[in-house]
């Protein structure tokens, strides 16, 4: 696989550089195009920054003042040691467009960088291969400059996080009222004593309990049979 990717790379270079070969050979004068380069988030006067691992698209511009159209053929690019831009650290994807841009008119393209790079400053070009309708090849400069690679910036919003921090947070919550439930000081229910009654009072209530009440008795229940001697 990794033979495969470098054969592919080893043809794109090949093929860009017989294509401006080609353009010096052949073409009689440059067309009339210029180029931009807009990085995202960018700072006028800073150097352009690129986050490690996301892909930055950089919105590159086509300006074709000429009175022909011309055919955005291909665009890519290289990254190198700042210093020394002929030391190559990486080759970049190259994107093959085949987009035309009208005579007198402005095209805008995106050119994506994604790969993993420590934060520091490197060098990186890019390149575009212009064609006309003689099919004639004008290899074009789009940025030829440092930029920053930058750690991608971390999110304060981490549902694992949080409900890692919950967790934690019931846990000394549990704790917490373990121990003052084991400090506490056990409260006895006190229970309420019914006062002792004095024999008098005990007396009392055993002559009211042996009473009856008889007004719910008939009267005639009430005297008492006669009682017939035999002799």
């Known amino acids: 696989m990794l033979g495969l990717k470098s054969t592919l790379k080893a043809l794109v270079c090949g093929a ?52 022909t159209d011309l055919k955005v053929n291909l665009m890519v690019g290289t990254v190198a040691e700042p210093t020394d831009f002929n030391t190559i650290i990486r080759n970049l994807t190259a994107y093959k467009y085949s987009t035309t841009v009208k005579a007198e008119s402005t095209l805008i393209l995106d050119y994506t960088i994604k790969m993993e790079h420590p934060s520091r400053e490197v060098g990186l070009t890019i390149m575009a291969d212009l064609m006309d309708s003689s099919k004639n090849h004008f290899p074009i400069v789009v940025y030829n400059s440092t930029v920053n690679f930058t750690e991608p910036a971390q999110s304060w919003i981490d549902l694992q996080l949080i409900f890692l921090y919950v967790l934690i947070a019931g846990i000394f919550a549990a704790i917490g009222m373990f121990i003052k439930d084991a400090m506490a000081p056990e409260t006895k229910t006190a229970k309420k004593k019914t006062p002792a009654m004095t024999p008098e009072e005990r007396a009392a209530a055993l002559e009211k309990m042996k009473e009856l009440d008889e ?17």
Do not use: C, M, Y
């Open 16 to 67: 860009f550089f017989l294509a401006s070969v080609s353009a010096q050979a052949s073409a009689s004068t440059l067309p009339n195009v210029g180029v931009s380069a807009e990085f995202p988030n960018a700072i006028p006067g800073l150097t352009p920054d690129l986050i490690s691992g996301d892909a930055n698209d950089i919105k590159v511009t086509f300006r074709n003042t000429g009175k």
């Open 215 to 231: 007004d719910w008795i008939p009267e005639h229940h009430k005297k008492s049979p006669r009682v017939t001697k035999r002799r």
